[in-house]
C-alpha cells in the first residue's frame, strides 16, 4: 500500500548506520548476511533501536496488538535474555517471533529483501524444498513443484519434512509470518513457505518427505529446487494486468496489483478496458483482485473509479496517525497522536464519456490487501458493485504509510505504519470484508470462482 490518504505517500525512515551497511551488503551476499557474527552488545543496540522505531513511528499498538505492554516486556527479556553471540541468522530467528504477534501485514521484522535471499540460496548453489504449497487451516498441500510447474502429488497433504511433523513445522512458520489474521498468515506463508523453511528450520538441500496422497502414505526422498518461488519471480505488465472478454455480456478484468512505475501505461490500459467495453456493450464486469496486495490508492481512483463512481466518495471515514517530522503539518507537534474525521469527498467525473453502467462485481480473497482492501471497502460501502468471493484475509480497517528501518548492526528490516483508517460506513477493528455473494476458491483451479459467478450472472443480465 503506498498511499492511503489523500497527498501522503509511504516514506522512507533510515536507521544511521543504513549507507554503511549498503556499502557492506554489495560486497556480501544475502546468504553470507546471515552468517555475520552479532555479539551481545550489538544485539541489544539493535533491539533498543527497533523499539524506539516503533515507539517513534507507530500510533496506537492496541489497533492490533493483544497486549503492547506485554510485548514491550517481552522483547525487553528476549534483550535481557541474550547473554553469547549469534548469526545475524540465528538472531532474525528469535526477533521473526513477534511478527506473528502484531496482527499487522504492514509490521513486522525480517531480512532487508526475502527475494534477493531466495536468489541467493540459488546463486550460492543451495537449494529450496521442492514444492510450491497450500498452507490452509493449519495444514499443509502442494501445489505444484517449486517455480509452478505441475506436480503429480497435487493437492497431497505434507505430512512430515526430514523427519519433523509438518504441524510442528507450521507451528514455527506461522509464528513467524507476518500478516492481519491467521487465513492471511497462511496465505502469505503460501507463497513463502519453501524460502521461511531455509531460513527457520533447515537450510538443506535434500529432503525427506512425507506425503498423504490418494489416501496413500507416500514417502519420498528429493533434491532440493534450485527454482525462484512463483510469487518471488519478476512480474511482466502483462501477468499484473489482464482484461477478458467471457462472452457477449461480460468481461473480466484482472489486477494483481494497484502499482505500476508507469501509471500512465496502466491508466492507457483501462481506459482501452472501458472503450472495449463501451463497444462491446458488456453489461457485467468482474474485477478479479483476489491476487492483489495493494498499491497507490490513485492508481484505483483514476484508472477505475473515475469510470465506475456514481456518487462522491471517500475510502476512510476517520484516521490516525502519528506525527513524524517528515509529514509535520503547520500546527502539528511531532510525536503526537492525531485522530481526525476525514471528510474530503472524491467528485464525480460526470463528463467521462467512457463511464460504466453495468453490474459491477468485485471478487476478494485471502490476498486481498492493504489499498485494494481500501478498494473494496469503497466499491462496497458505496454501492459500486458487489463484492464476490472469500471473506479478505486482511482487516476492514487498514494500517498504512509504512515506515522502513535498518537495524545497526544486523542490517535486519523493521516495518511499521503510521497511521490506520476506518472503512467508510465505520464498523470495528478487527473486521474482515464480508463477501455479499459468498463463492468458495480453490487455489488448484483459480478460474472456477469467475466461472461460477458468470454462470450464475448470465441469468440476471
Not at 90 to 100: P, S, W
Not at 119 to 124: F, R, V
Not at 281 to 306: A, C, F, M, S, Y
Not at 395 to 410: H, K, M, R
Amino acid at each position: 500500500m503506498r498511499a492511503y490518504l489523500q497527498h501522503i505517500k509511504v516514506g522512507l525512515v533510515v536507521g544511521f548506520s543504513l549507507l554503511s551497511f549498503a556499502s557492506l551488503a554489495n560486497q556480501t551476499s544475502a546468504v553470507g548476511a546471515l552468517e555475520k557474527i552479532l555479539t551481545v552488545e550489538q544485539m541489544q543496540q539493535d533491539i533498543n533501536a527497533w523499539q524506539t522505531f516503533m515507539d517513534n513511528t507507530h500510533p496506537d499498538l492496541g489497533i492490533r496488538v493483544t497486549d503492547p505492554t506485554q510485548l514491550k516486556a517481552s522483547i525487553e527479556s528476549l534483550r535481557d535474555s541474550l547473554t553469547a553471540p549469534l548469526t545475524t541468522k540465528a538472531f532474525i530467528n528469535k526477533l521473526a517471533v513477534y511478527n506473528g504477534q502484531f496482527h499487522d501485514g504492514h509490521m513486522s521484522i525480517m531480512v532487508r529483501s526475502q527475494k534477493k535471499l531466495a536468489k541467493s540460496i540459488i546463486d550460492e548453489h543451495q537449494a529450496l524444498l521442492p514444492f510450491e504449497v497450500t498452507v490452509k487451516d493449519s495444514k499443509v498441500y502442494v501445489r505444484s513443484k517449486l517455480g509452478g510447474e505441475f506436480s503429480e502429488y497435487q493437492n497431497a497433504e505434507l505430512k512430515s519434512i526430514n523427519g519433523s511433523p509438518v504441524s510442528s513445522i507450521y507451528q514455527t512458520l506461522i509464528e513467524r509470518t507476518y500478516g492481519d489474521t491467521v487465513r492471511h498468515k497462511e496465505a502469505l506463508l503460501s507463497n513463502k513457505f519453501a524460502l521461511f523453511y531455509w531460513l527457520f528450520v533447515n537450510p538443506t538441500s535434500q529432503f525427506n518427505v512425507e506425503l498423504e496422497h490418494n489416501k496413500q502414505q507416500v514417502k519420498l526422498a528429493l533434491e532440493g529446487s534450485a527454482q525462484l518461488p512463483s510469487a518471488m519471480r519478476t512480474k511482466s505488465f502483462e501477468d499484473t494486468f489482464q482484461f477478458t472478454l467471457l462472452d457477449n455480456k461480460q468481461a473480466l478484468l484482472t489486477i494483481n496489483e494497484f502499482w505500476w512505475e508507469d501509471k500512465k501505461a496502466f491508466y492507457d490500459f483501462t481506459k482501452n478496458v472501458f472503450q472495449t467495453l463501451k463497444e462491446k456493450q458488456i453489461e457485467h464486469l468482474i474485477i478479479d483482485v483476489r491476487q492483489n496486495p495493494g498499491g497507490d490508492d490513485d492508481t484505483w481512483k483514476t484508472g477505475l473509479l473515475r469510470y465506475l463512481a456514481d456518487k462522491p466518495y471517500r475510502h476512510t471515514r476517520r484516521y490516525t496517525k502519528k506525527i513524524l517530522a517528515k509529514y509535520q503539518d503547520e500546527g502539528e507537534v511531532v510525536g503526537d497522536v492525531l485522530s481526525k474525521n476525514y471528510d474530503k469527498y472524491e467528485p464525480v467525473v460526470a463528463d467521462e464519456p467512457l463511464k460504466f453502467k453495468g453490474k459491477v462485481s468485485v471478487v476478494v480473497g485471502a490476498l486481498t490487501y492493504s489499498s485494494a482492501i481500501l478498494f473494496t471497502n469503497t466499491m462496497q460501502d458505496f454501492g459500486f458493485a458487489q463484492i464476490v468471493g472469500e471473506p479478505s484475509g486482511g482487516y476492514a480497517w487498514q494500517t498504512g504509510g509504512i515506515q522502513f528501518f535498518t537495524l545497526p548492526n544486523s542490517g535486519l528490516l523493521a516495518v511499521s505504519p503510521r497511521f490506520y483508517l476506518e472503512r467508510p460506513v465505520g464498523g470495528s477493528a478487527h473486521e474482515q470484508i464480508k463477501p455479499d455473494v459468498v463463492l468458495t476458491d480453490n487455489p488448484l483451479a483459480t478460474s472456477q470462482v469467475i466461472a461460477d459467478l458468470a454462470n450464475k450472472s448470465v441469468t440476471d443480465l
